[in-house]
Structure formats: structure tokens, C-alpha cells
């Protein structure tokens, strides 16, 4: 008896550290490149291009029971090809007539949402940050110091679009990776999070567990991997301008430097080249 007692709680015990051993392992996404037709940015995901990929699901809640199941369900896909990285996203939801889809300004969500954090530098340290609503209101900030600084002032040229059916609602991006940073290298390893907030609920659940009480955020993300052939952009922005003015006074006779009124006109170009 004592004997099966001693085997009972080692086992026990074993299957518990266990657990937490895998609770505690990075997810890894596995993407693949998109051939030969990359997906169109509609909202529906219905393009044969996503059929290549596994969908991940398995959130878990961060607020307000961290830790737990969320009350629902959410999937999502990641291709790429030699310009964009693609995110589908279905979030599942048992009363779809219950989705908040407020139309709000570009970084202001007043409703449901998802959300891509990917650290394609893979330092653990700094990610770019991507944000969609229902009413395809999208958000975009860069995230530093681990998590602890969020700069929402950041305004990317990317791409999204949703829909709302009977099983809730899809979000589906296009970024180009010319609006990333990452290093050369034929083999990518980049750092992922995906998140969801339920606005109803106050409810937000993440495909990376991040307990409320850990020390870091980028640090803690799941595993981008299978991104290969891809080369870091050269980034150069031109901006050209004329600035124009005229300024009116009282004129004076005999004098060809007060006619009453003067014209100035500038033209210039400022670029930025990294």
C-alpha cells in the first residue's frame, strides 16, 4: 500500500512539473511562402493561398481571470511572400449581434479588436505593433524597453480589412516588410503575439500566456518561424514642398521696395535614407 502511495504521488507530482514546463515553452508558428498567388486583403480569407497554413488557436485569457479559457474562441493564420507578411484572423463569437464595431479615429478603440505584435529584430526587446476593429480601424504603435514604452505617433503604410458573420468576425492583414526592420539572413526566427480584446467583456486573451506579474512583455513572445529568402529593405523617404506667402502694406510713392505688397516662394526636398 505504501508502495503504491510513494508511486501514485510521483506520478502525480511528474505530470504537474510537467505542465508547467509546458506552460512556460515559447509557441512556435510555423508560416510558409505564399505560391503562386498571394492572398487578396478582403476580410474573408477565402483565398486558396491560406489553405497552405495550419491555423494556431488556443488563447488564453490575460484580463480579467488571467490564466484561464477565454469566454471566445480565436484562430489565425501567417503567410508571406517576397514583399508582405499576412495575417487572417477569425474571431469566433457566440453573438455576433453583440460585436462592438464603432467606427473611431486611427488609434483610438472604443470596441472589439485584435491585435499582431511581431519582433522581427528578435531582440527581446522591441516590436511593431498592429491593430484592427470590426469597423476596419486600424492601429499601429511601436512598442520598446520590453513592453514598457508604446509609441503610438508610429504610422505605418499597411493594409486591413474585415467582415462579420454568423460565427463572428474576420480581420486580415498585408504588411509590407518594407515597414518592418530585420536582420539579413536566409533563416528568420522573429518574435510573435496576437491578442484579442472582447469590448463587451473587458475580456483579453493571448495566443502567448503572458502572466499579468511577469517581468517583461517582448520577451515573453511565441515563435515566428519558416520565413526564408527574405532581404531587409533600403528605406528612403522624399518629401518635396513649396511653401508660398504674400504679405500687403500701404505703398509708397517713388519707392520700388514698398509697391504694397511682396511675393515669396520657397521649394525644397527633404529626404531621410536608412
Do not use: C
Request: net charge negative.
Amino acid at each position: 500500500m505504501r508502495l503504491f502511495l510513494v508511486l501514485s504521488l510521483s506520478l502525480i507530482w511528474a505530470g504537474n512539473l510537467w505542465g508547467q514546463q509546458d506552460q512556460s515553452a515559447p509557441r512556435v508558428y510555423e508560416t510558409h511562402h505564399v505560391n503562386p498567388h498571394s492572398p487578396e486583403v478582403d476580410g474573408k480569407l477565402d483565398d486558396p493561398a491560406w489553405e497552405s497554413v495550419p491555423w494556431s488557436e488556443n488563447f488564453t485569457q490575460g484580463s480579467p481571470n488571467s490564466g484561464e479559457a477565454p469566454s471566445q474562441d480565436t484562430q489565425f493564420k501567417v503567410l508571406y511572400d517576397d514583399k508582405n507578411i499576412y495575417f487572417g484572423i477569425r474571431a469566433f463569437d457566440t453573438d455576433p449581434e453583440l460585436i462592438v464595431n464603432r467606427v473611431a479615429r486611427r488609434d483610438d478603440f472604443d470596441a472589439d479588436w485584435v491585435e499582431v505584435n511581431i519582433d522581427s529584430y528578435y531582440d527581446k526587446r522591441t516590436a511593431f505593433s498592429f491593430t484592427l476593429s470590426p469597423a476596419a480601424v486600424r492601429g499601429d504603435e511601436l512598442i520598446s524597453n520590453d513592453g514598457n514604452d508604446w509609441d503610438s505617433s508610429w504610422d505605418p503604410v499597411w493594409y486591413g480589412a474585415t467582415s462579420v458573420d454568423e460565427k463572428g468576425w474576420i480581420a486580415e492583414m498585408r504588411i509590407p516588410l518594407s515597414q518592418l526592420r530585420f536582420a539579413a539572413g536566409d533563416n528568420q526566427t522573429w518574435g510573435l503575439q496576437v491578442n484579442r480584446q472582447l469590448y463587451r467583456k473587458d475580456e483579453r486573451s493571448n495566443w502567448r500566456f503572458i502572466p499579468n506579474n511577469s517581468p517583461g512583455w517582448v520577451s515573453q513572445f511565441g515563435q515566428l518561424k519558416g520565413i526564408t529568402g527574405i532581404k531587409p529593405s533600403r528605406r528612403m523617404e522624399v518629401l518635396p514642398y513649396v511653401v508660398g506667402d504674400i504679405s500687403r502694406f500701404r505703398p509708397e510713392a517713388n519707392n520700388p521696395f514698398r509697391t504694397g505688397q511682396i511675393i515669396n516662394s520657397r521649394l525644397g526636398l527633404d529626404t531621410k535614407f536608412g
